[in-house]
């Protein structure tokens, strides 16, 4: 009879819960990556010289140059906070989901323990039986064997047990 392992179907759907899982972890760990890159270059776009000097040198700038350009920098640095507040409730949302997908992981194995064992308890019995059958095949033989086939055994050939046969025969 060969190996079934009897919870076959819940593993596979334990299987298929962890791999959604590790999809939406991944997703969520991209998403976050994605914001924390988008910071980084807003911080490089405000802390870049165009900003920075031309501000500082007035560079012959009118007024409402520099009023615009004030504005952008503050709408930037709003900007600015809004994806760090983005990048904190991303990165929630990335440990809610590792967590998620630790616990699949987690049941999954459960499963593949119990299959491991299952299958090792079913090699033991199998192996078991083998040894069975074989000890009850010898034993089966050795009751099966002939008078003659003992004499064969006992002395080596048949032609010492034939003439001690013939010559019973013959009185």
């Known amino acids: 009879m060969p190996f079934r392992f009897s919870l076959t179907a819940l593993l596979r759907l334990r299987e298929g819960i962890e ?30 010289p165009p900003y920075d000097q031309r501000m500082i040198a007035g560079e012959s700038n009118t007024g409402a140059e520099l009023q615009f350009r004030l ?4 709408a930037l640095r709003r900007h600015c906070v809004q ?41 033991c019995e199998q192996s078991r039986r083998e040894q069975q059958d074989a000890d009850d095949l010898y034993l089966w033989r050795m009751r099966a064997r002939s008078p003659v086939a003992d004499d064969v055994r006992r002395y080596g050939s048949r032609s010492f047990v034939l003439p001690r046969t013939i010559s019973k025969r013959k009185h």
């Open 83 to 123: 994806l760090q507040q983005r990048l904190v409730i991303a990165e929630q949302d990335r440990d809610i989901r590792a967590d998620a997908y630790r616990e699949a992981r987690r049941e999954r194995e459960i499963l593949d323990t119990l299959c491991e064992d299952e299958w090792q308890r079913y090699r």
């Open 71 to 74: 504005q952008c920098e503050s």
């Open 19 to 48: 791999r959604n899982q590790e999809i939406m972890l991944t997703t969520a760990h991209q998403a976050v990556r994605k914001l924390e890159q988008e910071i980084e270059e807003l911080h490089s776009t405000l802390n870049s």
